[in-house]
């Protein structure tokens, strides 16, 4: 039997070992050396294909939504915390897969129109870091007990990617939900935390996934208070 230690080494070995490990390490490499793109270009606009990009994203992110809930559906409600193989979780998260390894073009479409103050360590963490996770997931445990972070997120970005639709179809008159948007965010990785938490309490999960999911809520937090409620506080002093 694997001591703790050793299970930690292995799912290290195994995210190294992932096909995505090295898009990662390009991506990484990208972001300092976009830069110079922005020292020797122009920005470019890419308006239509701001459009089309954040509507297909949103309609990917439904799609695997939709498979995942099936599969709650058919399985019945403890089907949430059950580690053990299913088709149609499995087939959710290939799209999910997909449409991560797509969502790195939000990164290069910010280097390309010149928005690399967009580009923060909270945009790069969650792109690099869910890419891997969700590597990992569909090829070594397509469960529907993991399924409930991925298909959570996956609802979220269909409105975000909604959001992000809108704004690029009308750049100056952008939703007046993103607050709202943030929020919806930041509840997923409280509901996340509280079934990683009852899950390793009573169903043996692993620790990594409310680790992941406390990191990603401070980082929310982190941008929600400077973001809105301080400059609110502010707005109210003046």
């Not at 963490?125 to 997931?137: E, F, G, K, T």
């Not at 996934?209 to 809105?228: D, H, K, V």
Request: glycine residues 6%; proline residues 3%; charged residues 15%.
């Amino acid at each position: 039997m694997e001591s703790r230690a050793e299970k930690y080494i292995n799912f290290f070995k195994a995210v190294v070992g992932l096909r995505s490990f090295p898009v990662v390490v390009i991506y990484l490499i990208l972001i300092p050396t976009s830069l110079l793109w922005k020292k020797y270009t122009s920005p470019l606009g890419l308006h239509k294909v701001l459009v089309a990009y954040n509507f297909l994203c949103s309609a990917l992110s439904l799609y695997s939504f939709v498979v995942i809930v099936k599969a709650y559906y058919q399985g019945g409600l403890l089907y949430v915390f059950a580690m053990e193989h299913d088709a149609d979780v499995k087939h959710a998260f290939s799209i999910y897969l997909f449409t991560k390894h797509l969502e790195l073009l939000d990164t290069v479409f910010m280097i390309l129109r010149h928005r690399q103050r967009q580009i923060t360590f909270l945009h790069v963490y969650h792109h690099a870091s869910i890419l891997l996770l969700s590597d990992y997931a569909c090829h070594f445990c397509p469960w529907p007990a993991i399924g409930v972070m991925l298909g959570m997120n996956s609802f979220v970005h269909v409105f975000l990617y909604l959001y992000y639709g809108q704004a690029a179809l009308n750049p100056t008159q952008r939703p007046l939900w993103k607050r709202t948007m943030t929020q919806l965010q930041m509840v997923q990785f409280v509901v996340g935390i509280v079934h990683s938490s009852f899950g390793y309490a009573h169903h043996g999960f692993c620790v990594y996934s409310i680790l992941y999911g406390l990191s990603m809520l401070g980082l929310f937090g982190n941008f929600y208070y400077p973001a809105f409620i301080r400059v609110r506080r502010e707005k109210k002093s003046e």
